[in-house]
């Protein structure tokens, strides 16, 4: 299974560059396999359909059978995609993650804490300008502390 974290849809419903580049870092990383199984994640956001839908019609045109890919629409935030995908495939199955380098550290953790078997397919190249990408790793570096407590209290109390 590989589970490719959403990002933002564009204006007019397409996708943005870094959400373009997680489908073709996942469908690249899947040529490994004989029958991989896709699981994009994501909500709809403000514009266009859910970022799972369009990871999906953008994985078909890479030639991905309709079969091998399964929709996860609920997921608002990082965390609350790998709840979804926790309830989804229940707690014990291994999962390679899709996405941003600067986001694999915090998507693999919560997985972990999860009980899911989390490895990491390599991320695709930057996306974003220099500043913007420091923006995002710093971003990381709140969120990763913030919703590893989140994480450890939904382990604790059983509510994965």
Same mark, same amino acid.
Do not use: N
């Given at each position: 299974?590989?589970?490719?974290f ?6 007019? @419903? ?8 997680r489908?073709?870092? *996942?469908?690249?990383?899947g040529t490994r396999? %004989?029958? #991989?199984l +896709?699981?994009?994640t994501?909500?709809k @956001?403000?514009y @266009?359909?859910s970022? *799972?839908?369009v990871?999906a ?6 030639g991905? #059978?309709?079969e091998?890919i399964?929709? &996860? &629409?609920t997921?608002?935030?990082?965390l %609350? ?7 989804l495939?229940g @707690?014990?199955a291994?999962? +390679?993650?899709?996405t941003s380098?600067y986001?694999?550290?915090r998507c ?5 804490l ?7 397919? #390599? ?7 220099f500043?913007?990408?420091? +923006?995002w790793r710093?971003? &990381?570096?709140?969120?990763?502390? +913030?919703d590893?407590?989140?994480g450890?209290?939904?382990?604790l109390?059983g509510?994965?």
């Amino acid at each position: 299974m590989i589970v490719i974290f959403g990002a933002a849809v564009r204006p007019g @419903g397409g996708p943005s560059l870094t959400l373009r580049h997680r489908v073709e870092a *996942a469908a690249t990383f899947g040529t490994r396999f %004989s029958a #991989p199984l +896709y699981l994009p994640t994501g909500a709809k @956001g403000r514009y @266009g359909a859910s970022e *799972a839908s369009v990871m999906a019609q953008l994985l078909r045109g890479m030639g991905v #059978p309709r079969e091998r890919i399964l929709l &996860e &629409e609920t997921g608002t935030d990082t965390l %609350s995609s790998v709840r979804a995908v926790v309830r989804l495939l229940g @707690g014990d199955a291994p999962v +390679y993650v899709a996405t941003s380098g600067y986001h694999l550290p915090r998507c693999r953790m919560l997985l972990r804490l999860a009980g899911i078997a989390a490895r990491a397919c #390599p991320p695709p190249p930057a996306s974003t300008g220099f500043w913007q990408r420091w +923006y995002w790793r710093f971003r &990381e570096v709140a969120a990763i502390p +913030y919703d590893a407590v989140l994480g450890v209290v939904l382990r604790l109390r059983g509510r994965w």
